[in-house]
């Protein structure tokens, strides 16, 4: 069945350090692939998308890559800053029948030390 | 704009009694979604909605769970016969048609006691 597990479900880095969140999926049909954070008693903030005919995106301090071959997804935060710290969810949606929904990770907890 | 918003924001109810979750979309988004966090757990799927169908109810995890959207927008979760497993956070997201990005509410934290 489909799955999307978290390398690590906790992360601890130095602020100004740069942060890295691994995801690994299992369908191989999955076209689109998001990140999200989420902060205590909040619901899950939009951070970055990416579609499966891309292998990089970048935003702002955040860039996600997509490696197909491994079915492998990572999280890269630069200058990470106390504000981070959260819990990071990766989530996945396959293209075929697709009514959009989401399948996602356990969460990966990213703890900033100042 | 305004963001998608759900009420209650905490929900204290008694094993077997009913209850109903709402979620305001964001305006303009046809495509609404109900998903379930259960403590330090991932999001489940429970339902899916393009405008006022739902072709999707893959996710409920049982009868005693159904799920309405009036007018294109308003979509309200209803539980009966509540049980303690049924404590979560229940989350609501939007999204334009035809895109797959989804926005999160706050959520709805249900404890059944």
């Known amino acids: 069945g489909e799955s999307v597990g978290l390398h690590l479900p906790t992360l601890s880095v130095q602020e100004g350090d740069n942060s890295i969140i691994n995801c690994a999926y299992s369908?191989?049909?999955?076209?689109?692939f998001i990140w999200y954070k989420q902060e205590s008693g909040k619901g899950p903030q939009f951070i970055i998308d990416?579609?499966?005919?891309?292998d990089k995106r970048q935003g702002q301090r955040v860039t996600v890559l997509l490696n197909k071959t491994v079915k492998h997804l990572s999280l890269q935060i630069a200058a990470t800053q106390p504000g981070d710290s959260a819990v990071y969810f990766c989530?996945?949606?396959?293209?075929?029948?697709?009514?959009?929904?989401?399948?996602f990770g356990q969460g990966t907890t990213l703890q900033v030390k100042p | 704009g305004a963001g998608v918003s759900q009420s209650p924001s905490n929900k204290v109810t008694e094993k077997g009694k009913d209850v109903e979750l709402r979620c305001d979309p964001i305006?303009?988004?046809?495509?609404l979604y109900w998903y379930r966090q259960s403590l330090g757990q991932g999001l489940e799927f429970l339902i899916y909605?393009?405008?006022?169908?739902?072709?999707?109810k893959s996710g409920l995890p049982s009868d005693r769970f159904s799920a309405e959207r009036t007018g294109g927008s308003v979509s309200t979760l209803t539980i009966q016969r509540t049980q303690q497993e049924d404590s979560a956070v229940y989350l609501c997201?939007?999204?334009?048609?035809?895109?797959?990005?989804?926005?999160f509410g706050p959520g709805t934290r249900l404890l059944v006691l």
């Open positions: 305006s303009g988004h046809t495509a």
């Open positions: 989530a996945e949606s396959s293209g075929s029948g697709n009514t959009g929904k989401l399948i």
């Open positions: 990416i579609r499966s005919n891309m």
């Open positions: 369908n191989s049909a999955s076209d689109y």
């Open positions: 909605f393009q405008g006022n169908s739902a072709p999707d």
């Open positions: 997201a939007s999204g334009l048609g035809g895109q797959k990005t989804q926005y």
